[in-house]
């Protein structure tokens, strides 16, 4: 039965279910125990006697409190019943295993006992680390505690890793120096003879023993471990039946290659280590793993029952590693990690060797021989280690390839440094780079049975929240019964996405890299990718070299042999295009000359492709083909037969037509990125292009985005984001009009037919804000409902088709397009006239009147006064009064003396309001609102209330204006 005091700490740890009250008392009670001087007396007569884990805890952490608090300023007796407790404990308590002492209780004794040996080591317990030894080979309880007393020991007083004062810092250090005198060689012993003892019989205690052994290889003797007993022993636990023994035999040998030490020490170490051999072992085993991983992810249950079947070594070897990611990326990291370290070595020693040459300085002939010896060694080292390492890169599996990028990486810059230098590359290179380049393509495929295989954008909205259909083609019927997808399945989708687009950036970087040390073998990799895909749906391989013709027909046949014709994964189909848009970043002038260029060739075939490019109306494949075709803007300007089947792309079901919400908008934001560049080659196409894209249009002004669906984009040119919701200030989707500005605003076109699109065109747009005044004005104020968000698309839209009207076309040579763009200009006054408080139409407006300005220039001189009286209306606050201070800067800076009787009647107006909104007790000096001033203010501001912190932006929200307001006086 509990007393009042056990009652009290097992209320205080939530011992079953307590009233608050009685928990804080509870509390106090154990609060003024505590207090006492002799309270650890209490904690070492209740240890023993208590039967509660939570009690013996609050004992424990008492007594570590009290060591770390006072334990210098207690007599010599009380420190030595305070010791002799705890060493007790540990001699009874830990050997004991029914019933076994918990771990958190063992952690904790363990890290009391490290209290007093941070006291008292050397100086007064030089024996510690021998005695600990000597207790930790009579059992496995005693052995446990051993391993928790060095983490302690690592983690309290040694390591560095965690931020420590610089008494502590000094501390760290004198114990090193002091274990490396004494006890650290019994120590290493003793990891070496326990991972021996219980590797079979109790292999989770053999790899705490190593894990613990791994915290100290970085600052030890490094003979204390790379040495004929230990090395072999690791060396046969990486091929242990208990996977993790075998992780914690691998972070060993990580730690032990990766000690920092000079070069040709570092390069005699990894050769005596004699690991080499086991490593390009180790790297079939983890491709035969990524193998097991796969045909698991095909097959579900049954890979584990056909492996068994199998019966062999290898099979259950791989499935052993299958079935533990964790320990496929530390085997991943310690082939990374040895290769690595070996080609650092040898960098330092061609580094000391070429110093030396450059110089003039003398070498004797033994250094010499000795710096190209251990060069030699390094290079045969570094060339079967790169062989292992490409060979399980091209893995497939991100457990595997992701941890070796880092190396291959600066593979690839150690050869093309090489090249820079002039010097001949490693027989073995060009094998190397095409290692290279079929990890890259098996590292950025996107996963079999993915979240983004069902995920094919054929049930999304398209450009608008009603502007498409479902399409016919259906995606299977999923959990929630029906044949669209799930919520649920379209977040894992995008989440996949995200996370593939992440994982690419590194590896696409190494693709180019690689290119440019052979871009010729990357091209006809690339080619092979895509003539795979082709072919294997039957479609033609016209377009590339004979050679490659016959390859293709071969494909197909063996392909139509199995009978999967036709059915290629949409993995394939987008990772070949993805393939060739990235091969264009930084390709060779040759490879894109017109006609011949090798890569040009390619890219015409893709093109040619890509109504039928298998997967094609995929999502995933759409954007990629969408953004290969913006790339290749140069072919298309050199190759112009080719622009139909590009406008059909993006003006069809696989572009701005796509169901798929985050294809049309991409698609609208890439088509006028395309038209800015083929402006002039479009020409001959554009009323064709004009009447397609009139639906669209139509959609874009009228139909709110679809709500809900988020865009993750495809990482190329913009970074990822969320399509813009209904309340948004900006539409991704109302770049289509400005792709048909710029078709429109050509000077070469006829100006009747150029009014009359341009009409077409604005004429519906004024009618849109006419028809939404009086719904925006019935709406909550301060929202934005469908009428307000109408006049706003709209007044969007017309600034965006002006972009493509240079000033000159519209003031001078045809001022008739100017007297449209004025006519919106007019119908839009109404719009803060009549909704003056909607702060988005405000901002909108003072937007379109800044676009008009460049593009009609003092055309719009008549029409501002009306405007800025609507603007500088009394309902304006501070961030609108910014705005229309903004404007004026604006208007002053470009017209100059134009406007000066506008400003004449404005600025008086434009003062009163500034000082109206500041207040009369402003603080005109800025000190208040300076950077230093403000941070001070944010600072205080973290400690006090929600009131203080608004007034804190108020206060910058006025500074603010206080700018502008001196930057329009300065004009």
């Given at each position: 039965m509990a007393d009042d005091f056990e009652k009290a700490v097992l209320i205080t740890f939530n011992y079953g279910e307590v009233e608050p009250q009685l928990k804080e008392r509870a509390a106090a009670y154990i609060a003024s125990v505590k207090q006492f001087p002799d309270c650890w007396k209490l904690c070492c007569e209740r240890f023993p006697s208590c039967l509660y884990p939570e009690v013996k805890f609050w004992c424990l952490q008492t007594l570590h409190e009290v060591i770390c608090a006072c334990y210098e300023q207690l007599d010599a007796g009380s420190r030595q019943m305070i010791k002799g407790s705890l060493l007790t404990w540990l001699q009874r308590d830990c050997t004991v295993e029914q019933p076994a002492l918990p771990p958190f209780l063992r952690n904790k004794l363990a890290q009391a006992i490290v209290a007093i040996v941070k006291r008292e080591y050397p100086r007064v317990w030089p024996n510690f680390f021998i005695e600990l030894v000597a207790a930790a080979g009579t059992g496995p309880g005693l052995a446990d505690m051993f391993v928790r007393i060095m983490v302690a020991v690592d983690e309290d007083v040694i390591s560095l890793d965690i931020p420590r004062?610089?008494?502590?810092?000094?501390?760290?250090?004198?114990?090193?120096?002091?274990?490396?005198?004494?006890?650290?060689?019994?120590?290493?012993?003793?990891?070496?003879?326990?991972?021996?003892?219980?590797?079979?019989?109790?292999?989770?205690?053999?790899?705490?023993?190593?894990?613990?052994?791994?915290?100290?290889?970085?600052?030890?003797?490094?003979?204390?471990?790379?040495?004929?007993?230990?090395?072999?022993?690791?060396?046969?636990?990486?091929?242990?039946?208990?996977?993790?023994?075998?992780?914690?035999?691998?972070?060993?040998?990580?730690?032990?290659?990766?000690?920092?030490?000079?070069?040709?020490?570092?390069?005699?170490?990894?050769?005596?280590?004699?690991?080499?051999?086991?490593?390009?072992?180790?790297?079939?085993?983890?491709?035969?793993?990524?193998?097991?991983?796969k045909a698991a992810a095909a097959a579900g249950p049954c890979m584990k029952a056909n492996a068994s079947a199998a019966g062999t070594a290898a099979a259950a070897n791989a499935q052993a590693l299958h079935d533990d990611e964790e320990?496929?990326?530390?085997?991943?990291?310690?082939?990374?990690?040895?290769?690595?370290?070996?080609?650092?070595?040898?960098?330092?020693?061609?580094?000391?060797?070429?110093?030396?040459?450059?110089?003039?300085?003398?070498?004797d002939d033994e250094a010499g021989r000795d710096a190209g010896a251990a060069a030699q060694t390094a290079n045969r080292l570094l060339d079967s280690l790169t062989r292992a390492v490409l060979t399980a890169f091209c893995s497939g599996l991100d457990t595997i390839s992701m941890p070796l990028v880092p190396f291959i990486s600066a593979y690839v810059a150690r050869l093309r440094a090489l090249?820079?230098?002039?010097?001949?590359?490693?027989?073995?290179?060009?094998?190397?780079?095409?290692a290279v380049l079929q990890g890259v393509a098996a590292a950025?495929?996107?996963?079999?049975?993915?979240?983004?295989?069902?995920?094919?954008?054929?049930?999304?909205?398209?450009?608008?929240?009603?502007?498409?259909?479902?399409?016919?083609?259906?995606?299977?019927?999923?959990?929630?019964?029906?044949?669209?997808?799930?919520?649920?399945?379209?977040?894992?989708?995008?989440?996949?996405?995200?996370?593939?687009?992440?994982?690419?950036?590194?590896?696409?970087?190494?693709?180019?890299?690689?290119?440019?040390?052979?871009?010729?073998?990357?091209?006809?990799?690339?080619?092979?990718?895509?003539?795979?895909?082709?072919?294997?749906?039957?479609?033609?391989?016209?377009?590339?070299?004979?050679?490659?013709?016959?390859?293709?027909?071969?494909?197909?046949?063996a392909l139509k042999a199995n009978g999967i014709a036709g059915s290629v994964p949409f993995q394939d189909s987008e990772l070949a295009v993805t393939l060739v848009y990235e091969l264009g970043e930084g390709a060779p002038e040759e490879a894109l000359k017109p006609s011949s260029g090798t890569l040009v060739q390619l890219v015409l075939l893709l093109l040619a492709q890509a109504e039928s490019l298998p997967a094609g109306r995929h999502r995933l494949v759409a954007l990629a083909m969408l953004e290969t075709c913006v790339r290749y803007c140069r072919v298309l300007q050199q190759e112009q037969s080719a622009i139909p089947a590009v406008v059909s792309?993006?003006?069809?079901?696989?572009?701005?037509?796509?169901?798929?919400?985050?294809?049309?908008?991409?698609?609208?934001?890439?088509?006028?990125?395309?038209?800015?560049?083929?402006?002039?080659?479009?020409?001959?196409?554009?009323?064709?292009?004009?009447?397609?894209?009139?639906?669209?249009l139509v959609i874009v002004a009228t139909q709110p985005p679809p709500a809900g669906t988020a865009a993750v984009g495809t990482g190329r040119e913009v970074a990822s984001k969320a399509l813009a919701p209904i309340t948004a200030l900006v539409d991704d989707r109302l770049y289509v009009f400005?792709?048909?500005?710029?078709?429109?605003?050509?000077?070469?076109?006829?100006?009747?037919?150029?009014?009359?699109?341009?009409?077409?065109?604005?004429?519906?747009?004024?009618?849109?804000?006419?028809?939404?005044?009086?719904?925006?004005?019935?709406?909550?104020?301060?929202?934005?409902?469908?009428?307000?968000?109408?006049?706003?698309?709209?007044?969007?839209?017309?600034?965006?088709?002006?972009k493509g009207f240079k000033w000159e076309l519209c003031t001078r040579s045809r001022p008739q397009l100017g007297a449209l763009f004025l006519q919106c200009l007019e119908v839009s006054l109404a719009v803060p006239q009549a909704l003056p408080s909607n702060k988005q139409l405000r901002a909108r407006f003072i937007a379109f009147l800044h676009r008009l300005v460049e593009s009609l220039m003092s055309s719009v001189l008549p029409y501002l006064p009306a405007a800025l009286e609507a603007l500088m209306a009394r309902e304006a606050d501070v961030t609108d009064m910014k705005d229309v201070l903004d404007l004026l800067v604006q208007l002053v800076t470009r017209f100059k003396e134009a406007v000066g009787k506008l400003v004449e009647v404005v600025l008086p107006i434009a003062v009163s309001r500034v000082h109206g909104l500041l207040g009369a007790d402003w603080d005109w000096t800025g000190k208040a609102v300076s950077p230093a001033a403000m941070s001070a203010a944010s600072q205080q501001q973290q400690q006090q209330q929600q009131q203080v912190a608004a007034t804190l932006e108020d206060a910058r929200e006025k500074g603010e204006l206080q700018r502008r307001y001196y930057s329009l006086l300065h004009c």
């Open positions: 004062s610089a008494g502590e810092t000094k501390l760290s250090m004198h114990l090193k120096d002091s274990m490396r005198e004494q006890g650290i060689t019994e120590v290493a012993g003793a990891w070496y003879n326990l991972t021996q003892l219980y590797k079979s019989s109790r292999p989770e205690l053999a790899a705490f023993v190593l894990g613990s052994c791994a915290r100290y290889v970085h600052w030890i003797d490094i003979g204390l471990v790379a040495n004929d007993k230990f090395i072999p022993l690791l060396s046969q636990l990486m091929d242990w039946q208990h996977s993790s023994l075998r992780a914690a035999a691998t972070d060993v040998l990580i730690e032990v290659v990766s000690k920092r030490m000079e070069p040709t020490a570092k390069i005699n170490l990894v050769q005596q280590l004699n690991v080499v051999d086991a490593m390009e072992r180790l790297s079939s085993n983890l491709v035969a793993a990524a193998g097991a991983n320990l496929l990326g530390k085997y991943a990291k310690l082939l990374a990690t040895l290769a690595g370290e070996v080609m650092d070595a040898l960098k330092r020693v061609e580094n000391v060797i070429i110093s030396f040459t450059v110089a003039g300085l003398g070498v090249v820079k230098r002039g010097q001949q590359l490693p027989a073995a290179a060009q094998m190397h780079l095409q950025t495929r996107y996963p079999d049975n993915g979240a983004n295989e069902a995920d094919d954008g054929s049930e999304g909205p398209g450009l608008g929240s009603s502007s498409t259909t479902a399409s016919s083609s259906t995606i299977g019927v999923t959990a929630n019964g029906s044949g669209r997808l799930s919520d649920a399945d379209l977040v894992a989708a995008r989440e996949e996405q995200y996370e593939v687009e992440e994982r690419r950036k590194e590896l696409l970087v190494l693709l180019k890299n690689a290119a440019k040390l052979a871009f010729r073998e990357a091209l006809n990799f690339v080619a092979g990718k895509l003539q795979a895909v082709l072919a294997a749906d039957g479609s033609s391989g016209n377009g590339l070299s004979n050679g490659s013709a016959t390859a293709a027909g071969a494909v197909a046949g792309l993006f003006l069809g079901p696989k572009g701005l037509g796509h169901p798929a919400a985050d294809v049309a908008t991409r698609a609208c934001y890439l088509l006028s990125r395309l038209v800015k560049t083929l402006r002039a080659n479009l020409k001959p196409y554009m009323n064709e292009v004009l009447q397609q894209l009139q639906p669209y400005e792709a048909v500005g710029l078709l429109l605003g050509q000077e070469e076109l006829p100006a009747e037919q150029q009014h009359a699109a341009l009409s077409s065109l604005l004429q519906p747009l004024m009618q849109q804000i006419k028809a939404n005044l009086q719904p925006a004005a019935a709406e909550a104020a301060g929202g934005l409902g469908n009428g307000s968000w109408a006049i706003l698309q709209a007044i969007e839209a017309i600034a965006r088709l002006s």
